[in-house]
């Protein structure tokens, strides 16, 4: 597989207009498989890769994972608590990587998982999602535990610079089913109101295209989608998918979770393919399994 891709995603677009992230997203998983790599930096993956757990340790695993699979994976997904964790000059590391993943044409979600109101909202939206800002990729993950309405700032920006978000519906954390399962006082779960809220947001998405607007359901929530009565594929969106293939979820459990909402299922991983590192020849190989597997998992869950 070449990792020739052009350094500007939407090369070609009117002056001033980036295309949207949906359909960008949508051509990356069409040409380089539905699979999402993240950067998580844990400290045991550092001292495996013979790094101290230091901003320096942090910066050569981390470009070294955007330097082996840029150009090859659909997407890239820095998880933004690694990098805070050494204040400023991890968060400058997180710039260097949002940069790198944009030199290499490579489609950057920010792990930032924001969510707040008011100004408060707004200043997380221009950090993540303004033309001009350093940790702005292509799109961030956002909580929506204020309401989803708290998080318009974001969805407004994201909507107006190209970009997009993943908001968080359904986790696999045990501890998401008393928040997420909950029910209103007009009985909606408030996981479906919060898919029901992010779709509306693709309204004007023609079948057969993305939406920007996407959210975050575990592979691993078992019968919860039907459940709770939540209709995937009217979101017309990204479904972000941890604990897919490898990571618990095999074709049975993905059909009960995502039905014919499958094509438009990228799924992340982390250490499944970065405990290969730290050669890119290794890494490379072990996300290409990872792709193999989720094709197969896919294809099971659609038959």
Not at 10 to 34: D, I, K, N, Q, S
Not at 146 to 156: K, M, T
Request: glycine share 16%.
């Amino acid at each position: 597989m070449t990792a020739a891709v052009p350094a500007d995603p939407h090369e070609g677009a009117p002056a001033g207009v980036r295309t949207p992230f949906g359909e960008r997203l949508r051509a990356a998983m069409g040409e380089h498989g539905p699979v999402c790599v993240g950067i998580d930096p844990h400290p045991a993956l550092l001292e495996a890769w013979g790094l101290g757990a230091d901003p320096e340790g942090l910066r050569a695993f981390s470009l070294g994972v955007v330097e082996a699979l840029g150009g090859r994976v659909a997407a890239l997904k820095p998880q933004s608590a690694f990098f805070e964790q050494f204040g400023s000059r991890g968060v400058a590391v997180l710039e260097e990587v949002v940069a790198a993943c944009r030199d290499t044409g490579t489609l950057c979600i920010v792990d930032a998982k924001r969510g707040d109101i008011g100004s408060t909202m707004a200043g997380y939206a221009r950090a993540y999602l303004a033309d001009g800002s350093t940790l702005a990729g292509d799109a961030v993950t956002l909580s929506p535990y204020l309401g989803v309405g708290s998080l318009r700032p974001a969805l407004d920006l994201a909507a107006a610079t190209g970009r997009g978000v993943f908001v968080l519906a359904l986790t696999s954390n045990p501890e998401g089913a008393s928040v997420q399962h909950a029910r209103g006082s007009d009985g909606i779960p408030v996981a479906a109101r919060v898919v029901g809220e992010v779709a509306a947001r693709n309204a004007g998405c023609e079948l057969g295209h993305m939406g920007s607007f996407g959210v975050v359901v575990g592979a691993t929530v078992g019968t919860a989608v039907r459940d709770l009565g939540i209709d995937l594929g009217a979101l017309r969106g990204p479904l972000l998918a941890p604990g897919v293939g490898a990571q618990g979820a095999g074709s049975a459990q993905v059909r009960a979770v995502f039905g014919g909402a499958v094509d438009h299922v990228l799924a992340s991983t982390s250490r499944g393919v970065l405990a290969a590192g730290p050669g890119a020849s290794a890494l490379r190989a072990a996300h290409r399994r990872a792709v193999d597997e989720l094709e197969e998992v896919l294809t099971g869950a659609d038959k």
